[in-house]
């Protein structure tokens, strides 16, 4: 059984920082992407940011390019948010996601129905 569980959500003020983290278990990512997405009160879902394996191919919101980094431990099975210079409109539910096998690529990477798996969420909120 798959499993993906985030940590490192927390409150911060603006312009501050957090790492967040996301574990999978129940399948080795040798290959495939893995995203964060975000959700706000009352928002839709929205990505982030996504990574393939190997860490060539990254993709970023608008909102999140120069400030969120996704970087990727393939042998921890391990995928990492660093957010830096946090705004108050960061806000929300983030959501650690993965297609299992299968990579993303620029005209689909912020889809979420591409995501097979999810995990539960870890809150970040941004604080003026």
């Known amino acids: 059984q798959v499993q993906l569980v985030e940590s490192g959500g927390g409150s911060v003020q603006a312009g501050g920082s957090l790492r967040l983290s996301c574990v999978a278990s129940?399948?080795?990512?040798?290959?495939?992407?893995m995203g964060w997405f975000r959700q706000a009160p009352g928002k839709e879902r929205e990505a982030v940011a996504a990574?393939?394996?190997?860490?060539?191919?990254?993709y970023y919101a608008d909102s999140a390019k120069g400030r969120l980094t996704i970087s990727h431990e393939d042998a921890a099975n391990t995928v990492y948010l660093q957010m830096n210079s946090l705004k108050p409109e960061d806000t929300g539910m983030y959501y650690c996601?993965?297609?299992?096998?299968?990579?993303?690529?620029?005209?689909?990477?912020?889809?979420?129905?591409?995501?097979?798996?999810w995990g539960q969420g870890t809150q970040v909120t941004v604080s003026s």
């Open positions: 129940g399948y080795t990512k040798s290959s495939g992407c």
């Open positions: 990574i393939n394996s190997g860490g060539v191919d990254t």
């Open positions: 996601a993965a297609r299992g096998p299968y990579y993303c690529f620029s005209r689909d990477w912020s889809s979420p129905d591409r995501f097979s798996y």
